[in-house]
């Protein structure tokens, strides 16, 4: 037979497992959250030097329908 001080020492035990259960999936959200700022960090990189990149483009059509494109960086 179940007595109810078992039943309080039992539903102890789930609530203890499952702080530690919240406990893991923090650490893990804080981890995930980390590796989001570190892409964000190098998308923001990677724009800034595409940007950063200066082009110059002429467009020239001759006589006849010839096309002169000429791109400079």
């Known amino acids: 037979m179940t007595t109810s001080t078992d ?3 039992e539903v102890a035990t789930q609530m203890l497992q499952l702080s ?3 406990t893991d999936v ?3 959200l804080a981890q995930a959250g980390a590796a989001v700022q570190q892409i964000s960090a190098d ?3 990677e724009q800034s030097k595409m940007w950063n990149v ?3 483009v002429s467009v020239g059509v001759r006589p ?3 096309h002169n494109v000429v791109v400079k960086k």
Do not use: S, T, Y
Request: glycine share 16%; proline share 0%.
């Open 7 to 9: 039943k309080l020492f």
């Open 20 to 22: 530690r259960d919240l």
């Open 26 to 28: 923090a650490g893990k």
């Open 43 to 45: 998308i923001a990189e």
């Open 54 to 56: 200066d082009v110059a």
């Open 64 to 66: 006849g329908g010839q």
